[in-house]
């Protein structure tokens, strides 16, 4: 596949990440904050969300793999999901006013299901289009280094400059360009987009995929290792405003110049990081950075300037850089292993699980940041300077100590990841075979020629 259809596959991250970021980072402080809503109501409003992932993520995703049409399993799924998606996310940010507490909880919830779920439909089949139109460690280095590189060019557009937009358009104005590029660079992507008509296998029945996935341990100590992965992803961008204001007792658009410089290097270090994984594999990559983000993240819980805040956040972009590029390079590994046991694709259900997992990271995120707040007395103030002190001792934690040890629980799952070294190289042969035999005879292979491992 040339350069120009990689890089528009690539294009989808940014339908992914700008949304998502823009969400995770900025509904917390736009309805607690800005409208008074309460801390509790709205745990509990994440609570019931993340039920609702656990329900459709998967079963989507096995919807997903056992969907036939001429035009794919994919998409199609994701040519009719993106606009209603687009739509849900502007949503969130247009409540209605002069609505009860008890009314604003309703229009929350029914909104982020909404949003929740044609994100799923979308960005499910998106990612499971990955494995199969890039099938060698080479290729999917590269291609998810542009992914990611795109990727975090979105969450820097939701993270840092969502508080720009809104300060020239208000919240309204902000919903509809984020959900305008997600529509467009969702559909770009489409352009490099491959599939095969002709899935090899048999779809699981229901039960069997699901537990086929849930024994699979190479999948198991992933999905645990990327959970508290992305908990402090998410958890780290939703306390930055408060930690801006509070802390560092700037204002909401200069939040934007402390989480800039974090994926600015995380950008620039994603070519070193792919050729990272191309020598030294992809366990051994996630490793180094769980390691070195860690490590890195500790300096913020002492930080008093702007300055000082700028440059913490730059250094830990280098780590986050790696740990953004190999989630789905593992996960796509994880998929030729099964496809050699199962004899069948099964992206779609492994991607929901794993998108499951890890959604889990936003009720976890939610309710650390609640228990936090609680204990330490936070309530919102109008002069910054009148925060309670625990409270502000409260937000350095959030960003240092509790968001290290979190990654530290990460690192202990990642080290008993088995797939890696001669095992995988024994994958990615059987794999090479499985396809040139898929080649030459224009149909699935039958499964006696599948070896299994």
């Known amino acids: 596949m040339n350069f120009w259809k990689k890089l528009a596959y690539s294009f989808g991250s940014m339908g992914a990440g700008l949304p998502e970021n823009a969400f995770t980072a900025w509904a917390l402080y736009l309805y607690v904050d800005k409208l008074g809503f309460p801390q509790q109501l709205f745990a509990t409003a994440m609570l019931i969300y993340t039920i609702w992932n656990c329900i459709n993520d998967p079963l989507f995703g096995y919807w997903s793999d056992r969907t036939h049409t001429r035009w794919g399993r994919r ?4 040519v009719l999901g993106t606009l209603p998606l687009a739509l849900a996310f502007y949503l969130i940010w247009v409540p209605p006013t002069g609505i009860s507490t008890s009314a604003l909880f309703w229009y929350y919830l029914a909104v982020i299901f909404a949003y929740d779920g044609f994100y799923t439909i979308v960005i499910i089949n998106w990612t499971s289009l990955y494995p199969e139109t890039f099938s060698t460690t080479s290729d999917r280095s590269t291609v998810n280094a542009w992914r990611q590189a795109i990727g975090i060019l979105g969450a820097m557009a939701g993270l840092a400059a969502t508080p720009l937009i809104v300060a020239k358009l208000g919240w309204r104005g902000m919903g509809i360009i984020f959900g305008a590029i997600t529509a467009i660079s969702i559909f770009v992507s489409l352009l490099g ?9 048999e779809p699981l029945p229901l039960g069997p995929a699901i537990k086929n996935t849930l024994a699979n341990k190479s999948f198991l100590t992933f999905v645990m290792f990327n959970l508290f992965v992305n908990s402090v992803i998410v958890l780290v961008p939703q306390v930055i405003p408060f930690f801006a204001k509070y802390v560092l007792l700037i204002s909401d658009s200069q939040s934007s110049l402390i989480m800039a410089p974090i994926f600015i290097v995380a950008i620039i270090t994603q070519i070193f990081w792919s050729k990272v994984v191309i020598r030294k594999g992809v366990r051994t990559t996630a490793i180094i950075a769980c390691i070195l983000f860690g490590l890195t993240l500790l300096p913020l819980g002492l930080v ?78 109008a002069d910054p300077t009148l925060m309670a002190p625990t409270a502000v001792i409260g937000f350095r934690f959030l960003v240092s100590v509790v968001p290290a040890a979190l990654i530290g ?10 797939l890696y070294g001669k095992r995988l190289e024994r994958v990615k042969e059987k794999c090479t075979l499985a396809a040139q035999l898929n080649t030459a005879a224009d149909t699935p292979i039958p499964q006696q020629e599948v070896i299994i491992l």
Do not use: W
């Open 409 to 418: 629980v990460g690192l202990i799952f990642v080290f008993f990841y088995p």
């Open 193 to 201: 987009s491959k599939e095969n008509l002709h899935a090899p296998g």
């Open 75 to 78: 998409i199609p799924y994701i």
């Open 304 to 381: 008093r300037t702007m300055p000082q805040a700028i440059t913490c956040f730059a250094i830990v972009g280098i780590g986050l850089g790696a740990l953004l590029l190999v989630g789905d390079i593992m996960v796509a590994d994880i998929c030729d292993e099964d496809y050699l046991k199962t004899h069948t694709r099964r992206e779609g259900m492994f991607y929901g699980v794993n998108a499951l997992i890890i959604r889990m990271s936003v009720a976890i995120s939610a309710g650390t940041i609640s228990f936090v707040q609680t204990i330490t007395k936070y309530k919102p103030v």
